[in-house]
């Protein structure tokens, strides 16, 4: 059915139902002025060659040095960034003078803190109603793993409240993190060096790679960084609560030899070597969900619990 007269203001409700990341697009003036607002219109375009886009409305106070600029940057905020996702969406005088930034390969601003960045020349300007839209040619890009910022129905979602509250409710020390991680068509496990047996890395909070503290520090003293996206399964034994994470490791070129993390063939698991059963069922169904390209989240004991499937390429 088509709708003869649309209402703008509804129709940006019907828009904000689709969840996004949210991004500070920034640029330099004539003047070379550092220049950005808050965007959620982000999205990738072409990888050969690599292309981004974002929309800005006309109306907008920077949209005259945008749509005459050479260039510019896209930086996607992580999720205690709102601060600056509010004053880079306001009018207000000094949006950077409340953050550190420096300068990339085309001379816009990039944001400290942000968990990606994509430096871009300006490849088009295309007039589409009352914003135009911005396509950049990326020249240079940066990404880390630190949780993204989200935005849907008009409010910020925080992706890595979760990771906060595994570490708020473990006071009592009865909560153990881990992850199943892979790496390269490996996963990665904990060597016992005295029983040889097997484990999930596990750590008694997530902490933080920089300070190699917790279960980033120990993957990091390993070589690996790692990103952890979705909750895998949460179960308890009796006296302790695990909290197991799913995510991807990257060897940063370090990787220590001699290390307790080890790699092995997810289709080739040395079985025998895993000593704690949930975690042996823990390791089958991630096989199992890998190559039916579903993602579960167990909630229960030990022993017995509910599988929640939560990302699925079919449908749930
Ligand atoms: C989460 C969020 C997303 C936004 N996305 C866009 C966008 O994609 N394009 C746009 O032109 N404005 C967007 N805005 C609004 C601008 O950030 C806002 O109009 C800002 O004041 C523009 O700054 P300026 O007037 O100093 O240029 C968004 C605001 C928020 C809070």
């Given at each position: ?190 060597e016992d060096?005295?029983t040889h047996t097997l484990a ?73 070597r895993i000593a ?41």
């Amino acid at each position: 059915m088509l709708i003869a007269t649309l209402d703008p203001a509804d129709l940006r409700r019907a828009f904000s139902s689709f969840a996004t990341g949210v991004t500070v697009v920034t640029t330099r003036s004539s003047s070379a002025e550092p220049v950005g607002f808050t965007a959620n219109s982000f999205s990738s375009v072409s990888l050969d060659p690599p292309m981004l886009l974002v929309c800005v409305a006309n109306g907008i106070r920077s949209y005259p040095v945008f749509s005459s600029a050479g260039s510019f940057a896209v930086n996607i905020l992580a999720d205690d960034q709102q601060e600056v996702s509010r004053s880079f969406a306001s009018r207000g005088a000094d949006k950077f003078g409340a953050v550190q930034w420096t300068e990339g390969q085309t001379g816009s601003p990039l944001l400290d803190g942000v968990v990606a960045w994509f430096d871009c020349r300006m490849h088009q300007i295309v007039p589409a109603g009352d914003h135009s839209i911005l396509v950049g040619r990326i020249i240079n890009y940066g990404y880390n793993n630190r949780a993204p910022l989200g935005f849907c129905g008009g409010a910020y979602l925080r992706f890595g409240l979760l990771q906060d509250a595994t570490e708020l409710g473990n006071r009592d020390g009865r909560v153990r993190v881990g992850a199943v991680l892979e790496c390269d068509g490996d996963v990665l496990l904990e060597e016992d060096p005295r029983t040889h047996t097997l484990a999930v890395p596990t750590a008694a909070h997530l902490g933080n790679a920089a300070k190699r503290s917790g279960l980033f520090g120990k993957l990091a003293e390993s070589g690996y960084e790692i990103t952890l996206p979705f909750l895998f399964s949460v179960y308890e034994d009796g006296r302790t609560q695990f909290v197991v994470h799913r995510g991807n490791a990257i060897c940063c070129g370090e990787c220590r030899e001699n290390s307790t993390i080890k790699l092995f063939t997810i289709d080739a698991i040395p079985w025998e070597r895993i000593a704690s059963p949930p975690e042996r069922l823990m390791l089958e169904r991630y096989q199992r969900e890998r190559a039916t390209n579903v993602t579960g989240i167990y909630v229960g004991t030990a022993e017995s619990g509910d599988l929640h499937t939560v990302l699925s390429s079919r449908p749930l």
